[in-house]
């Protein structure tokens, strides 16, 4: 059973078929799903959805799926992790961190977007998924491609990190290093969708890829015990996960599963790529695109795509936006790692900065829940920490070797241990 | 002036220029040529264009795989052989003035 009514348009309503499609025929706008709430209320409930699988796919009945999920069985619901370290050296009593670099099988948010598109994908008929990508999305759509038994074709820009290159062509897709940065590995890749019958999930396949990323909102708001932080600081790159954060706080403010206190949604970025932070700072309603230049590679997009509807979610909700540089970038990192054991990518270091940020800039007051949405994992960018870590000392297999290096030892060795 | 500039026209578009996918113009700038495309296709104009002649928020323009926002917008001048290429913005993007006034591009 599905909920979903048809495609809409999000600027001038023109009604459409599930079909796929990534924008109006009528004024070029992106198209949405339509859902009918009217007769999801009463029967997507709390107990519904806490009876449903351990992963993004107990929030099915807000999913633009038809049948049974096909992908991603096992993707989403990380954890929710209350940071007590981290918020004590903050001062802020209730903070928590969305942990996506634990998400499954490919360890970014990206696993939400692309378990609903490559579903979608099969659905629709098709046998070749793709996509354009900073790198997680192509990790996600080479896994998520492989188990499904779907061909992938794989668009990214030419000097992405290691890690990220490896951890993708493992799946054996047919992988493209376009010269140039993601915004053109993106305008190439809607030429290709307009050209080739595939599935390229951020361009037609786009209105059902972008609908996953709700679940992490979903699951902030069930985790925290069916309620919502007064402020949930998000990373915008195309721009779609803070929207879509917004859009799951209100469907389940709607359907009566959460109480409406009024959640704000911040925008972070980096100061080397920071079209929709400038457009908030200066009041703007629309922004202008920039050439990135930033080591939070994942989310160096000049043109996001979304970029108008995050600058519209920030300000409905009485939000606010930071720049990160790549110094307070990578501080994050390490003080993430040090503080709570978590390893993230620049993304989430960037994220991480901005909140510090909005909370000593008083945007964000210490009395306040807030949550920190934490996208992608550290060891697929390992480069970026080079040069910043301590020398790793290397001795020889004796212990007065060791003792030549070691601080004298504090207490002596417990009884019977020797 | 440009004798000659061809125009890659988008699927969504095509069935307002008889299904081709690209034209060939003539024009001295961006908005000369796709003036002129609006003028031979009447249809086109309310999609490429607002109500105060401004380029449509959803359509991104890009001259030899170039932004034009990243140029001097539809002032930006043409050669022959030049390609024009119209792209949905959901390839990224909402244009803010399509001249690049209000802050511009920023290079860091």
Redesign the interface.
Known sequence: MSFVRGLTCKECGTAYPVTPRMICDECFGPVEVSYDYAAMRGVVTRERIESGPRSLWRYRDLLPIEGEPRAGLRSGYTPLVRAERLGRELGVRELYLKDDSANYPTFSYKDRVVAVAVTRAIEFGFDTVGCASTGNLAHAVAAHAAAAGLSAVIFIPHDLEAGKVVATLVFGPRLVKVRGNYDDVNRLCTEIADEYGWAIVNVNLRPYYTEGAKTHGFEIAEQLGWRLPKHTVVPVAGGTILPKVWKAYREFIDLGLVADDGPRIHAAQAKGCNPVARAIESGADTFQPQKPNTIAKSIAIGNPADGPYAIRVVRDSGGFAASASDGEILDAVERLARSEGIFTEPAGGTTLACAIQLIESGRIPRDEPVCVSITGNGLKTIEAQQGRLPEVPVIEARLEAFAAIAAPPKTAAPAGSG | MAEKVSI?I???LRGHVGGAASVELAGATVGEVLRELTQRHEKLHG?LFDEQGQL?????V?LN?E?I??LQGLDTQLKDGDGV?L??????????TPT?E???????
């Not at chain 2, 449509?56 to 991104?60: C, L």
């Not at chain 2, 792209?87 to 803010?96: L, T």
């Not at chain 2, 209000?102 to 860091?108: E, I, K, T």
């Open positions: 890659r988008p699927t969504p999609r449509n928020r959803f359509v991104n890009f795989d932004d926002r990243f290429k792209v949905p913005a959901i390839a990224g993007g909402s244009a803010g690049g209000g802050g511009g591009p920023c290079r860091q």
